[in-house]
C-alpha cells in the first residue's frame, strides 16, 4: 500500500491508533450493499458491514446466547476501515430530561 507523505494523513493516523481506533480493513474490502466482513480484534469477533443506506457500520458480537451485536464507533478515513473497542467511548447517555410546566391560559 503506498502512503501519503502528507503531514495530515500521518497526524490523522497518530491520532487514531492513541485513541483507540484500530484498522480493519480497506472498504474495498466490503463494496455492495449487504457485503460484511468478519475480523477478531484483540480477542473480540467485530462484523463489518455495508448497511442497505450504504453506510458502514461496525458491531461487537457479544457470546451470550441470543444476544445482540452491540454497535461500536466505525470510521471510513482515507479508504481505511476503522473501529474504536475503547468501552467508555460506547456507553450510552441518557438524555436529560427535560422538565416544563404548562402554563394555562
Known amino acids: 500500500m503506498n502512503v501519503p507523505d502528507d503531514p495530515r494523513f500521518r497526524r490523522e493516523m497518530a491520532s487514531a491508533y492513541r485513541s483507540g481506533w484500530h484498522f480493519v480493513d480497506l472498504a474495498t474490502a466490503i463494496p455492495h450493499r449487504g457485503d460484511s466482513l468478519k475480523v477478531t480484534l484483540f480477542g473480540e469477533p467485530i462484523v463489518v458491514a455495508r448497511e442497505q443506506d450504504e453506510d458502514v457500520r461496525a458491531y461487537r458480537c457479544l457470546r451470550r446466547p441470543r444476544g445482540a451485536p452491540q454497535p461500536i464507533r466505525c470510521a471510513i478515513r482515507y479508504g ?20 416544563a410546566t404548562p402554563r394555562s391560559a
Do not use: S
Open 80 to 99: 481505511m476501515i476503522f473501529v474504536n473497542l475503547d468501552q467508555r467511548d460506547h456507553q450510552l447517555i441518557e438524555p436529560e430530561a427535560i422538565t
